[in-house]
């Protein structure tokens, strides 16, 4: 889970320099133009050592989630288009606790250990963008509406994912299957929105390129394989780890530097993460 945080936090360099040149459709559908046949390439190589073939899930369940992220995907554009950045990364990670909700509904219920990790994380994440303390600035009521939106239709995509992962199917194949479901779901938003446009810089075409491979397979693979082994809330939690590895990127990359708060909120972002993983000290069994 860290490491598909890891990749979806670099969607913020690749998608800077493909969203100059593109609209948000456009970038949807190229970002998963390119990532559905490289996803499959891994499947059917790995398929050839022995590995399972694309056959050897239940497809259509695993498309379906997908069609469902490329939703995700879509709200996430339509709800940056309307709401500071800042606050639309304090909103969209609400949705760790709409999971632990959704996991107590569906008769898993979260223990108390993983609601502190919630609280601790979420502090931590409003503190690594301190920019919302100052107000909704430009916020919309349609642009908090698309925040919510997305975050309560990827927890359903996470808690959904869990359920797929659980009757034992692989999770390279299952990832493979939900971003051809996403690819569907781009396909016909370009169709809705034609014409189509493309990257006109070969920049362009290296960002896409790394949003597709980074940011999308890689994510996607890591995410399934994650969500697996360690249910939805835990994973949820792990999976916030993403604005903190971004402000990294930020400081590495873009040569930024940040304030004594945005410290802070990394840092209990990370003790929220821990907390959530804490095996409980076992208690010695009386005589």
Do not use: H
């Amino acid at each position: 889970m860290v490491l598909s945080a890891a990749a979806y936090s670099m969607f913020t360099i690749f998608g800077k320099n493909v969203l100059e040149e593109l609209d948000s459709v456009d970038v949807l559908l190229w970002r998963f133009l390119l990532a559905v046949p490289l996803a499959w390439v891994v499947v059917v190589i790995r398929a050839r050592f022995g590995g399972p073939g694309p056959l050897s899930v239940a497809w259509f369940p695993r498309f379906s989630a997908g069609v469902l992220f490329g939703g995700v995907a879509w709200l996430a554009f339509a709800g940056l288009d309307q709401l500071p950045g800042a606050l639309y990364i304090v909103i969209i990670y609400t949705y760790p606790a709409m999971v632990a909700v959704g996991s107590t509904l569906l008769g898993r219920p979260a223990s108390r250990q993983v609601w502190m990790a919630v609280l601790i994380t979420m502090l931590g994440i409003a503190l690594t963008v301190p920019e919302v303390l100052d107000g909704t600035g430009g916020a919309t009521v349609v642009g908090l509406l698309f925040t919510l939106g997305n975050a309560l239709t990827y927890a359903a995509y996470v808690l959904y994912s869990e359920r797929l992962v659980s009757d034992g199917g692989d999770g390279l194949v299952a990832s493979a299957w939900s971003l051809t479901g996403s690819l569907t779901f781009a396909v016909v938003a370009a169709a809705i929105s034609w014409p189509f446009d493309a990257p006109n810089t070969f920049g362009g075409y290296g960002s896409a390129i790394g949003l597709a491979a980074i940011s999308t397979v890689l994510a996607s693979m890591a995410f399934f394989l994650g969500v697996r082994r360690l249910g939805p809330s835990s994973a949820a939690l792990v999976a916030t780890t993403e604005p903190v590895l971004t402000l990294i990127w930020v400081v590495l990359i873009l040569d930024e530097t940040l304030k004594p708060v945005q410290l802070l909120g990394a840092a209990l972002v990370i003790v929220g993460v821990l907390w959530s993983q804490r095996v409980p000290r076992a208690q010695p069994t009386k005589a």
